[in-house]
């Protein structure tokens, strides 16, 4: 009976202490990190351009990793913005990448709420 006892509370201290080590991380991606990711992007966008060198294979990934982060926020953000006709999904990347590059001083902040600060200001909606 001690012994199973023994085990719950040392579940409980373990499991409890994955609950913790979560809380204090502040974000799955900073903004740090998308930067990086930005900077592929540009490389892989230069390359279909023809106006720079291939890509590395890392680079191609890192690039399709920002387009589909960017694109995951802004489906989760279509309700609060605004905008008139179809958008192209270039356009969301190069306001998200501009957005990162003009404001380095929020890089440690979430990814994601970086991304949504740069759609609310591109698409902003009508004040009531």
Same mark, same amino acid.
């Given at each position: 009976?001690?012994?199973?006892?023994?085990?719950?509370?040392?579940?409980?201290?373990?499991?409890?202490?994955?609950?913790?080590?979560?809380?204090?991380?502040?974000?799955?991606?900073?903004?740090?990190?998308?930067?990086?990711?930005?900077?592929?992007?540009?490389?892989?966008?230069? #390359?279909? *351009? /023809?106006?720079? &060198?291939?890509?590395?294979?890392?680079?191609? $990934?890192?690039?399709?990793?920002? !387009?589909?982060?960017?694109?995951?926020?802004?489906?989760?953000?279509?309700?609060?913005?605004?905008?008139?006709?179809?958008?192209?999904?270039?356009?969301?990347?190069?306001?998200?990448? #501009?957005? *990162? /590059?003009?404001? &380095?001083?929020?890089?440690?902040?979430?990814? $994601?709420?970086?991304?949504?600060? !740069?759609?609310?200001?591109?698409?902003?909606?009508?004040?009531?």
């Amino acid at each position: 009976m001690r012994r199973k006892a023994c085990v719950v509370v040392l579940a409980i201290i373990l499991i409890g202490g994955l609950g913790l080590a979560e809380k204090a991380s502040a974000a799955f991606i900073s903004g740090y990190d998308l930067v990086k990711l930005y900077d592929s992007y540009e490389q892989q966008a230069n #390359y279909l *351009l /023809k106006n720079g &060198p291939k890509p590395a294979a890392l680079e191609i $990934s890192n690039a399709y990793k920002f !387009a589909g982060y960017v694109l995951g926020v802004f489906d989760i953000a279509e309700s609060l913005l605004c905008f008139e006709g179809k958008y192209e999904s270039e356009r969301i990347y190069r306001i998200s990448g #501009y957005y *990162l /590059k003009s404001h &380095p001083s929020e890089w440690d902040q979430a990814g $994601s709420g970086l991304i949504m600060k !740069a759609l609310m200001e591109a698409f902003p909606c009508p004040k009531k």
